[in-house]
């Protein structure tokens, strides 16, 4: 698709059945909790660009997740704000971002950490499942011409958590590639688009799949999950928080109401509400799942978090298409739904039925 999978403009209007959605989840709402603390802060005057109680709050409430007490948090528009300027504070502008050559920050991102890094460059490696292997850091590093100003030098590790295709690195595998990544002088970054739900679906502590495993940085990836106009960069390295002080404003993401995106954030990640929509986004996934694959179809694989990718026949697609549901095409024969914390059981079980009448069709 050429306007990259989470688009959402692909308006399906031939259904007579309430549409359901599972395009994305960047198409849901934004939660009743974080739409109440936004307006319980729009009381009196605050002082502009940060230097508010909510952003104090914010703080504390990163440093208390994530069990860092030095942690620092900077509240961005969108995930690819997040992403490339976290980067970009990362990565000197002969640098090199490497990454999964399917990840979000090399294929969809229009070059903008490029962009803020001043001309940073970005290498795709390759591994099963989408996730980078040690075996491919380790050959981008050693096809390296380390020291030589004719060729870009490796920077960054970016990991995807969970992937663009809903497979997830675990705390250990972070862990192996950040400790090859540091022994180069690498720095460790995550794009956390939808890292609720992976560690919401891996069981793990927040700081054990971010800083215990030797992540520097990583977008929070709010937006998908709940909130209304924010994402965040989290920042563990007090050196890329220092060029982040700068950057933000110099990029235009240091918003004189700070406040309204402080309180987002301090309420979505406040006792677990983060991780419960998430929850949400993965149970109702899971369901779906099974009832696919005992309707007989092909999974690409087990969803681990909130996506799934399944050949389907383009008749019986366009079936589907006509009976309501929300969806992507991926390619011939191949499409991708995606639940969010907004999903119902009810709407899974919904979706079922029409996809089996669509294939009994
Ligand atoms: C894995 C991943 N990273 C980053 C982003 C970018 O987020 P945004 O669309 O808010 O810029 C997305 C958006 O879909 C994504 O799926």
């Known amino acids: ?117 001043g001309g940073a460059t970005m290498r795709g490696l390759a591994g099963d499942d989408f996730l980078v292997s040690e075996e491919s850091l380790q050959g981008a590093f050693d096809a390296t011409r380390w020291g030589d100003n004719h060729h870009s030098q490796p920077s960054v590790l970016s990991l995807t958590v969970p992937t663009d295709f809903g497979t997830v690195y675990t705390p250990a595998h972070v862990s192996s590639l950040a400790a090859l990544a540091h022994e180069r002088g690498l720095r460790v970054h995550v794009d956390g688009a939808r890292i609720a739900n992976a560690i919401s679906a891996l069981g793990c502590s927040p700081a054990e799949l971010t800083w215990k495993a030797g992540v520097d940085a990583f977008s929070l990836g709010a937006m998908k999950n709940g909130s209304l106009s924010t994402d965040a960069i989290v920042c563990f390295d007090p050196a890329v928080a220092e060029q982040l002080h700068y950057r933000l404003k110099r990029a235009g993401h240091v918003a004189s109401k700070m406040r309204f995106q402080s309180v987002q954030l301090s309420t979505y990640l406040h006792d677990g509400l ?82 089996k009448q669509a294939i009994a069709d």
């Open 1 to 117: 698709m050429p306007n990259g999978p989470d688009r959402t403009d692909a308006v399906n209007d031939s259904t007579h059945l309430a549409p359901i959605e599972l395009r994305s989840d960047n198409a849901a709402g934004a939660a009743p909790e974080v739409l109440a603390a936004v307006a319980a802060a729009n009381v009196g005057s605050a002082l502009a660009y940060g230097d508010d109680a909510w952003t104090a709050a914010l703080h504390d409430v990163v440093r208390e997740v994530f069990e860092h007490p030095q942690a620092r948090v900077f509240p961005v528009i969108s995930g690819t704000a997040a992403n490339s300027l976290g980067l970009a504070a990362m990565c000197p502008p002969w640098g090199a971002v490497l990454c999964h050559e399917t990840a979000h920050i090399i294929q969809s991102e229009c070059g903008a950490t490029s962009m803020f890094g």
């Open 274 to 355: 983060w991780l419960r929509l998430a929850a949400v986004a993965n149970t109702t996934m899971t369901r779906l799942a099974s009832g696919l694959m005992d309707l007989g179809l092909v999974l690409v694989s087990r969803p681990a978090v909130n996506m799934v990718f399944v050949h389907v026949d383009d008749a019986v697609i366009e079936r589907m298409e006509r009976s309501g549901l929300l969806f992507y095409r991926m390619g011939p024969g191949l499409v991708r739904f995606v639940t969010s914390f907004q999903t119902t059981e009810a709407e899974v079980d919904d979706a079922l039925g029409r996809i």
